[in-house]
């Protein structure tokens, strides 16, 4: 008997975040969730989609200081969160629920 053995690609989140689009549904699933941690790792998977530079030019913080706010196990600042989805050019809006 011969087992068949597949080798799988690393799944990479980063790689199907290619439009603002995708990025919106993808963002929008993960606040519905509600999971903080799931958000802290969904906007590092959009920082690094966009450009990290870019992102943490844009949103004041080092490159260091983005890393380290969006990396697993991070507790960063609510001040933090927002410069980091301004700097996304992220709009969050709010609506009742049903």
Do not use: C, N, W
Request: charged share 30%; hydrophobic share 45%; net charge negative.
């Amino acid at each position: 008997m011969t087992t068949q053995v597949e080798k799988l690609l690393p799944f990479d989140m980063v790689a199907l975040l290619d439009s603002d689009e995708m990025i919106s549904e993808y963002l929008s699933q993960v606040l519905e969730d509600g999971d903080s941690d799931e958000l802290i790792r969904a906007l590092g998977y959009i920082a690094k989609a966009k450009g990290m530079t870019k992102v943490a030019k844009d949103s004041g913080l080092g490159r260091e200081s983005l890393y380290k706010a969006l990396s697993e196990g991070a507790k960063p600042r609510f001040d933090t969160v927002f410069k980091v989805i301004k700097a996304l050019g992220i709009k969050l809006h709010a609506e009742p629920a049903v």
